[in-house]
């Protein structure tokens, strides 16, 4: 009975992340990357992997060493942390996947000041046991890897003619407002629009029950 | 000096820092709701771009290069950036009391600001001299402070404007940015 209640309760905290206190649609931190990256599938990919590495690393180790860390200098030793798992993901992309790490640019060294991160830290993992972290870190991942997805999908469906990679839109069906910026915009408003309804919807259902 | 003002215009307008590369999002969301405050917030980022772009631009060229320490980049610069941001309110609390009053709450949230970060390995990517660098960085912060105010005008517009239930919030704040960026798009043409 207890293993279950256990099991249940990490369950409720990576489902958190999914949607009801989705990073970018619900909570609407950490934009910038979302956004900029986004105009195809491969680069929403790795920005999602390379953001869910350094959130989980992150609050794993800020988890397991909390009650080491002085409360007075917490913020600089949570940025030393999550800078040194940034520096690590740009040094492997950089080896790895060259063309990638070109395509992101300045996006991979944003990750440290990406408020993500450094929101989930100081309100999560620095209170919490290591494994409770995991599966938040795990949710947030998540939670914007599918959102990031999602949002280039549809730029790249639209402005580009492409389904992941594949060209199937003829050029004159092509939109080219979406694969700039202001698509980006337009798009992600209309997504958080969208969230924002379902989110009522399921609320409202859960007061009539 | 003519290069320079190309610097100056191209970080300001053509390749504005919020509406066509979408660096430092939350700020432009976050704060746009009062005028008085983006203008706040506006000095401060300034401020700190300038300062923050003075400091490690000699740091990379004089000690990371030479010493083939590049790849402690991002380790170095987030930590210099959040240093010189507390000396800067510590400075400002104890020397000019009024100016720390009207900045000094955006400072400490100035740290997590991505146009910081992204102006300080802008310059060495690009590989800027130091004037270059300083025209850029400055070019920058005015363009986040353009935008950033004239979405804090649309949204006094926005109170009093009959919006669409579904947009009601923060998605319409996306849309009005979608437009802002298009007409940004028009600047594109500005320098050959």
Request: glycine share 8%; proline share 3%.
């Amino acid at each position: 009975m207890r293993e279950t209640n256990t099991m249940k309760k990490y369950l409720s905290i990576f489902a958190n992340g999914i949607l009801t206190e989705n990073p970018l649609l619900m909570l609407m931190i950490g934009l910038c990357s979302s956004l900029a990256v986004t105009t195809n599938i491969a680069n929403g990919v790795g920005m999602g992997l390379a953001m869910t590495f350094v959130l989980v690393m992150s609050e794993v180790i800020i988890s397991a060493f909390r009650r080491l860390i002085p409360d007075a200098i917490r913020i600089p030793v949570f940025i030393i942390i999550i800078a040194s798992f940034t520096t690590i993901v740009d040094l492997v992309m950089k080896a790895y996947a060259p063309a990638l790490s070109r395509a992101m640019g300045v996006f991979i060294p944003l990750i440290v000041v990406n408020c993500i991160i450094m929101g989930r830290v100081e309100s999560f993992s620095y209170k919490r046991t290591v494994a409770e972290s995991v599966f938040d870190a795990l949710g947030m991942g998540v939670g914007y890897t599918w959102v990031l997805c999602l949002i280039s999908l549809i730029r790249e469906f639209l402005g580009d003619g492409r389904f992941f990679g594949h060209a199937i839109l003829p050029e004159r069906f092509q939109v080219k407002f979406f694969s700039q910026s202001p698509g980006g915009f337009l798009v992600f408003g209309l997504l958080i629009a969208v969230a924002l309804a379902v989110n009522a919807r399921i609320a409202k259902k859960g007061a009539a029950r | 000096m003519n290069d320079l003002v190309k610097i100056f215009l191209t970080a300001m307008l053509i390749d504005n820092v919020v509406l066509m590369r979408f660096i430092a999002l939350c700020p432009f969301i976050g704060m746009s709701n009062d005028a008085r405050k983006s203008v706040g917030m506006s000095l401060a980022v300034l401020f700190v771009t300038v300062l923050a772009t003075a400091a490690t631009w000699p740091l990379y060229m004089f000690v990371l290069k030479p010493m083939h320490l590049e790849f402690l980049q991002i380790l170095t610069f987030i930590l210099v950036i959040a240093s010189l941001v507390q000396l800067v309110e510590f400075y400002l609390k104890k020397s000019a009391p009024a100016l720390y009053g009207s900045m000094g709450v955006y400072l400490t949230l100035i740290t997590t600001n991505c146009a910081i970060l992204a102006v300080t390995f802008d310059v060495i990517a690009k590989g800027y001299g130091f004037a270059q660098s300083m025209t850029y960085a400055v070019g920058v912060a005015s363009g986040f402070t353009l935008s950033l105010l004239l979405l804090a005008g649309i949204r006094e517009r926005i109170k009093i404007a009959p919006v669409p239930d579904f947009l009601k919030g923060t998605p319409i704040l996306f849309v009005a940015a979608a437009l802002l960026a298009m007409s940004f798009g028009g600047f594109a043409g500005l320098i050959k």
